[in-house]
């Protein structure tokens, strides 16, 4: 739920994830033109010169690699981000061993958490003499439920600690009142990915659908509930039910479209089958006088469909959706039928990962910023923040630059522009407060319970938010998080600790590779603020329009030619990516190298950038631009993220945004009949 909502608020390098790594402690240097003569940073040995740069640029810088590596079996990607990722594991590893070395540790204390969470993740023997009886109380809760309004109940009591349901209720800033929380519901309740797949006839669909109803069934059977064959059928008809009513990934991505808000006691006029007082005094805000609802037409849909389906498959529905919750959590074979549909089928994994791999991340992901604390003393120094805090600052007056020499762009609009980019917060390294766990108690015979306390203090910390300031020194993502976002509402752009380092911030190297690196993630989570959705918000960031009407005529122009350059790719011969899905990212995209790259030249202070191992200044920033995007992904996976991911799969990031960019055709001589040509009227410029 958590990577659901946070995905609808802010816009991230990658795909919402938990993603760690170690920062090099060559981070400390500045990234500046160095005296002494240093490497170019470009990865030589990935290079596969029997493809023409011209026409497939991509390949060519990353070709060796994608030969040579193949994909483990316990991974369904590989390549620069989860290269780090895999670092980090280790890193994370190290201190939690460190920690939970010691028996003796306070309770209470931080460090008694952490060894004690993991510790209880681990055991997996008293997991499996357990079984379900963990999450017993879920299911004597279900079966006691005696009406519609205590189904309504219970849907708002259990959300607050793992239990999915139709209605995802969540708290966070009012996007057109950004000085204060508001409660919002987003549509769910789908054990599938997407709603594609309840109505999809082709064959990998079809597939799917029955491999789901079987695992439906398997759950049933391990757990020892009753009747799983007819549960499956139950559960499948249901969630096709209220399949019909989600809004596409395209639809929800619409900022505005999605701003619906209604006074509590109006709520009954979407759907007056639901017992609305007793959902929301059960999360815990009765008091609350409004709410917005991001998809109106799927709460109207999901109020008949509640109406009509008996309490009895209502339960049915619920005992399925507790179990795979906490499937994870429980025994060995429970977790491994969880495992067969949900990672090796539909996402194509062979092989579960390590068991302390998956204890990382449950440490990350309950007590993450206790471990960023320890992660940043010894992988990222108060130097390293400095140096990057000067970048951001080089990228912001090269994005204040380029707007101003923007042709198509009105003067009134461009001062808007530019109040806006002056008030972006940048966040680097880490928090400079800390969350506060104290009040989570963490037990290492009781896994189940350490995550349900877990997810209850978190619910009730998004609660008391409301009435309250805004709390902006609170962080999206852990320090040891491989990532970066743009959050619209608050108008900040966040760069963890983690990402600093090769390939994206490599101090061994000359500058052009850095800026073609971490210059471009930087000039990317800037871009967010002005791309599709971002543009959407003001300075302040509220959702309001700052633009003239010819101004957003034209910004609408350029953008529909981005939508329809994508849409042009294909992953496979049967799948091309979707340009309007991926529209934000690829805005982000486009600006982050075009404004990085304007930053690098002006690094340079009029001065020629030195040839180093025979490549120029300019080569090396577009090499080292594609080399951040190097990925290998199996074909299950990229099916998935092609239909649910706003982000182009990687090839298609490179080459996309080198495609629009002039001075890339100039440094490897791209002519008209290269792959890569596009005709100049056509390449398209937006910042």
């Known amino acids: 739920m958590k990577a659901i909502i946070t995905s609808a608020i802010c816009s991230s390098l990658l795909l919402m994830s938990g993603c760690t790594t170690q920062a090099d402690s060559s981070n400390n240097a500045p990234l500046v033109t160095q005296k002494t003569a240093l490497a170019s940073g470009i990865e030589k040995a990935n290079l596969d010169t029997s493809v023409r740069p011209q026409d497939n640029f991509y390949r060519y810088v990353n070709g060796n690699w994608l030969k040579s590596h193949e994909i483990p079996g316990d991974k369904t990607a590989i390549g620069s981000f989860y290269d780090l990722r895999d670092q980090a594991d280790d890193d994370v590893k190290a201190i939690i061993e460190e920690l939970a070395a010691e028996d003796n540790l306070a309770k209470g204390s931080d460090e008694q958490k952490v060894a004690d969470i993991f510790r209880s993740y681990m055991n997996t023997e008293k997991r499996n003499n357990l079984g379900v009886k963990p999450i017993q109380p879920v299911f004597d809760a279900i079966n006691n439920i005696n009406d519609k309004s205590e189904l309504a109940t219970f849907f708002g009591k259990y959300q607050a600690v793992g239990v999915g349901s139709p209605l995802a209720f969540y708290i966070s800033v009012d996007a057109k009142d950004s000085s204060s929380y508001a409660t919002h519901i ?4 789908l054990g599938l990915p997407d709603k594609d797949y309840y109505f999809n006839e082709t064959e990998r669909f079809i597939a799917l659908r029955a491999g789901y109803i079987a695992h439906i069934e398997n759950m049933f059977k391990l757990a020892g509930l009753a009747n799983g064959k007819e549960a499956a059928e139950t559960i499948m008809s249901l969630e096709t039910k209220l399949a019909k009513f989600h809004w596409t990934q395209v639809q929800s991505r619409d900022s505005e479209k999605r701003y619906n808000k209604f006074a ?4 009954n006029e979407l759907t007056d089958a639901f017992d609305w007082s007793a959902y929301l005094a059960a999360q815990g805000v009765a008091s609350q006088k409004d709410i917005i609802i991001n998809q109106p037409d799927f709460v109207a849909g ?7 389906t008996s309490l009895e498959d209502w339960k049915t529905y619920l005992n399925f959706h507790s179990l795979s919750n906490f499937a994870s959590y429980l025994s060995t074979d429970i977790d491994n039928e969880n495992f067969d549909f949900y990672s090796k089928q539909l996402s194509g994994r062979q092989e579960q990962r390590p068991q302390w791999k998956r204890g990382v991340s449950v440490v990350n992901s309950n007590l993450g910023e206790v471990i960023g604390k320890v992660y940043v003393t010894r992988h990222f120094t108060p130097q390293a923040k400095a140096r990057m805090s000067e970048l951001v600052e080089n990228l912001r007056t090269s994005y204040g630059n380029s707007i101003d020499d923007l042709e198509w762009m009105s003067a009134d609009t461009k001062k808007a522009a530019h109040v806006k980019l002056a008030a972006f917060t940048p966040k680097i390294g880490y928090p400079d407060r800390w969350e506060d766990y104290s009040g989570l108690s963490i037990d290492a015979d009781d896994l189940v319970g350490n995550i349900l306390r877990s997810s209850r203090l978190s619910h009730d910390k998004e609660v008391s938010k409301l009435g309250g300031p805004i709390q902006k020194w609170e962080w999206g993502m852990t320090p040891q998080t491989v990532n970066a976002y743009y959050n619209p509402t608050v108008n900040e752009i966040v760069f963890p ?6 390939p994206f911030f490599n101090m061994k190297a000359d500058s052009a590779v850095n800026y073609g690196g971490i210059g471009a993630v930087i000039g990317h989570e800037m871009g967010h603020g002005f791309d599709d959705q971002g543009s959407k ?21 350029r953008t529909k030619a981005l939508v329809e350059q994508y849409d042009a790719y294909h992953v496979f011969d049967d799948l091309a990516v979707n340009g309007k899905l991926t529209l934000g990212e690829n805005i982000g995209d486009l600006s982050g190298v075009t404004i990085a790259y304007r930053a690098y030249k002006a690094s340079l202070n ?8 025979g490549l120029t200044g300019d080569q090396r920033f577009f090499m080292g631009y594609a080399q951040i995007w190097r990925a290998k992904i199996v074909e299950k996976s990229a099916r998935n993220r092609v239909a649910t991911d706003p982000h182009s799969p990687a090839e298609f990031r490179a080459l996309g945004s080198l495609s629009n960019i002039n001075e890339f055709y100039e440094a490897f001589d791209v002519k008209e009949g290269d792959a890569m040509y596009i005709a100049p009227e056509k390449r398209v410029k937006i910042w």
């Open 302 to 308: 999901f109020g008949g469909i509640f109406a009509e």
């Open 606 to 613: 009029g001065k020629e950038a030195p040839i180093i191992d």
């Open 186 to 189: 987003w549509q769910s309740g």
């Open 497 to 502: 600790a983690a990402i600093l380092q090769a």
């Open 537 to 557: 918000y003001d300075a302040e960031g509220n959702l309001r329009n700052w633009w003239t009407e010819q101004d957003l005529a034209e910004f609408a122009n």
């Open 264 to 267: 509590v006691n109006k709520l």
